[in-house]
C-alpha cells in the first residue's frame, strides 16, 4: 500500500506564506507526477501545480508568481512553497500522486488534505 501524509497548513494573514509538504511511503518502485489540488466550500477541486519526476513544473493561473511546487525524488516528497496569499487561496489542499509498484503498476493516489485559511 502508499500512502502520502501532508503536513504545514494552517492560519496565515493575507500577504504571509506556508509551506506544505506531502511524502510518500510504502511499496514505492517510482514516483511520477506529484501535485497539488486544492478545494474550497462549495466549489470543485482544482489543480494547483504539479511536477513531474524531472522536475517539469505546471501551475493554475491564478497561483503563477506566488506558489513554487519542488520535489525530492530521493524523499518521495513534493513541496509546496505559497507566498503572498490571498484570502481566496483558502481551500483544503490535497496532494496526489502517480506511483509505480510492481505488485500493481501505475495508480494514483491522494493524501487526506491539510486545511490552508488565509484571514486576518
Known amino acids: 500500500q502508499v500512502q502520502l501524509v501532508e503536513s504545514g497548513g494552517g492560519l496565515v494573514q493575507p500577504g504571509g506564506s506556508l509551506t506544505l509538504s506531502c511524502a510518500a511511503s510504502g511499496s514505492i518502485f517510482s514516483v511520477n507526477t506529484m501535485g497539488w489540488y486544492r478545494q474550497a466550500p462549495e466549489k470543485e477541486r482544482e489543480l494547483v501545480a504539479d511536477?513531474?519526476?524531472?522536475?517539469?513544473?505546471n501551475y493554475a493561473d491564478s497561483v503563477k508568481g506566488r506558489f513554487t511546487i519542488s520535489r525530492d525524488n530521493a524523499k518521495n516528497t513534493v513541496y509546496l512553497q505559497m507566498n503572498s496569499q490571498k484570502p481566496e487561496d483558502t481551500a483544503v489542499y490535497y496532494c496526489n500522486a502517480d506511483v509505480f509498484q510492481l505488485a500493481t503498476r501505475w495508480s494514483n493516489y491522494w493524501g487526506q488534505g491539510t486545511q490552508v485559511t488565509v484571514s486576518s
Open positions: 511536477i513531474t519526476s524531472g522536475m517539469s513544473t
